[in-house]
């Protein structure tokens, strides 16, 4: 989820019956970001799902 | 005293039961739903890679929604639940 | 059968404004409050008891019933007359190929047009004439703002929550249109080109940008007025969107003799228009869009229909001015506008 759709996204869970479910934010917007940018985004998704799925999952060092 | 009647939607939706977190992703099958929108191949591109890198995932799956402003198609949402995790998101 | 929705008892009707403001319920303009005797007036102008379904919105899976729809009516200011064409207009909401959910949430921020054919336009002395986009009478503008209530109260469509409009446009606070049938003969109206009996009244409900409107009032050749309306049409594509889906056309008095002089039915209008309104990506590159214009693509042709029969051709305005209106869609072939009987079921 980019930053500027946070609040829909919570709303549109809660709609469908999952209140407070968890997902990645990274910085809007996407469509002009350069590929570093993206890059950096696509990190800090890969950190954000770890922990989402934690404590459940453990990723091999 | 003036009664008047509630115009907002009264009732609250039934709770979504989620399916069971994976206890490993080594070896397992991830997706990427995308919407199909500028830069989201290439965002999705690093994604994957970092997903083969770190979690030794077996396999990648990437598809695309057939329209970004509605749901997934039911076809698409089958194939899903054979994934162990699925990536989709919203963002311009 | 007894009304169902919760009760609150206010003190004045001050208090009320104050409250259904501070809730969200309101679009900030003062409403009527919907007091049950109100709301079961409304439902008997249509002859619909509280607990009739009028559809199903099919992403959020809510239900939305008569009742809540006619709460939504009151408070926009109604007359129970009017009831019958709010109703239809729910259901239109609901038909899966509208695609409300999306539409109402994008950031494209679109307004749903409705356009009223048949005799209950003359029942609700509905105006066709001046100012026949925005506001021309009564009728439209409460049906059209009932619409936007329910909307914002039975769908959170709600500006920064589930509505995330960049811009929006005014077409969003009420917009409900009667075609003007008399004055456009021989024209077909827009209903019974959709399948509609005759005498029978309807909606259609589309997913709409803002009008664009142009002006030539400088000739009688229907070529020329329809080359200004696809020269509005892809300037539209190269600026907004380029991809294809309903568009509406709106002509008034003015326009309309030039057409009936030259013999032109909408179907002329329509073949024209599919035929010429026609871009390539290369075009992308005059207006700033360079930056997704390839050698692999630029050749790419892309047409603002995908068929003749999704141009929306409507008769409506004043009797003076040479002035159309363009009015695209909310986003290419994502949402399809939707027409639906009042009252009777034409395809059971």
Redesign the interface.
Known sequence: ??T??V???Q??A?????PGYGFAV?D??????T?SE??R???L??TQ?HQL?QP?????P | MITVLRPDYEQTAAPLSLTRRPLTLAGATIGIVSNGKANSRPFFDHLEELLRRHWHVADVVRRTKANYSAPAERELIDEAVRWAVMFAGVGD | MPLTAETLAIGDDDHVQRVFLERGWTDGLPIVAPTPERVEAMLAGAWFGPDDLLGVEPVKARVLTAEKAAINAVMAGCLPADFPVVATAVTALCRPELLVHGATASTGGCAILLVVNGPIRQELAMSSAHSALAGADRASVCIGRAVRLVLRNLLDVRPGELDRSTLGHPGKLSWCVAEDEEGAHPWQPLAAERGVPDGVSAVTAFAASGPRQIMNEWTTDPVDVLTTVVAEIKSTMLHYSIWAGNYAVVFPPQLRAVFHGAGWSKADIRQFVYDHAVVHRSDWEAVGKAAVVSDTNRDRKYRALPSPDDLLVVAAGGEAGGFAAVIPPWLGPKSAAVTEPIGVCVDC
């Open positions: 989820m980019t500027a759709f609040d829909g996204a709303l549109m809660t709609a469908l019956g999952a990274i809007h917007p996407i469509a002009s970001a590929d993206l890059a985004k696509a990190e998704t890969v799902a799925l459940a999952v453990r990723r091999r």
